[in-house]
């Protein structure tokens, strides 16, 4: 059986995410922040000492991103993982432009503004919404014309994109700019298979 290390307030809750959507039997092995990820136990099987990592009967990998395209691969029917390579292509894509355009300005607005008050500092988050601007205009352009990001369905790009962008809730991000974009990031949240991942430890 498939085994996921990892703690849903890690980027391990985008891969139980992705488990929960692909339908596939797995077992949740919670991880926590407090030294467990330096334990020699799991260093063999994530030697970076991050979350998440996934055990497939004996294939090891890490790195959140490649873990879920690896279930949608292995495990997903179209349209999580689409049938053709185009498709598949456009599921890289978006996955990488998330974790490059995206992930850096957001967790640099998380860890600004969820530090203790006195350690907060205002104008690195203010820097992480300017660099937001563009990757965020060209998400809301592309979904003015499309439900999600490959057409009408929903797919492994918006599970990791929307993923990604959890964190502007709780940094309490303006998207009223981007409205297209803050629509489809509240639906592909509010998703029964992404409630259950957030639910777990």
């Not at 598949?88 to 990488?96: D, I, N």
Request: charged share 25%; hydrophobic share 40%.
């Amino acid at each position: 059986m498939i085994k996921l290390y990892g703690t849903s307030m890690s980027r391990a809750a985008r891969s139980l995410w992705a488990l929960e959507e692909a339908g596939v039997k797995y077992e949740h092995v919670p991880v926590g922040f407090t030294g467990e990820t330096r334990k020699p136990e799991y260093l063999k099987i994530n030697p970076n000492g991050h979350m998440p990592a996934l055990d497939d009967n004996g294939t090891f990998l890490w790195e959140s991103m490649a873990i879920n395209l690896y279930i949608a691969e292995k495990y997903a029917k179209a349209p999580l993982w689409p049938s053709t390579v185009e498709g598949h292509a456009a599921c890289y894509q978006w996955s990488f432009w998330g974790m490059t355009e995206m992930e850096t300005p957001l967790l640099e607005i998380f860890m600004s503004r969820m530090r203790p008050a006195d350690q907060r500092d205002e104008k690195v988050a203010q820097a992480g919404i300017e660099k937001l601007k563009t990757p965020l205009k060209v998400l809301d352009d592309h979904l003015q014309k499309s439900d999600y990001l490959l057409g009408k369905e929903f797919t492994i790009a918006d599970l990791n994109v929307a993923s990604v962008m959890s964190l502007a809730p709780l940094i309490q991000l303006d998207l009223s700019a981007n409205p297209a974009a803050q629509k489809w990031l509240q639906k592909c949240l509010e998703r029964p298979a992404n409630q259950r991942a957030v639910a777990m430890k």
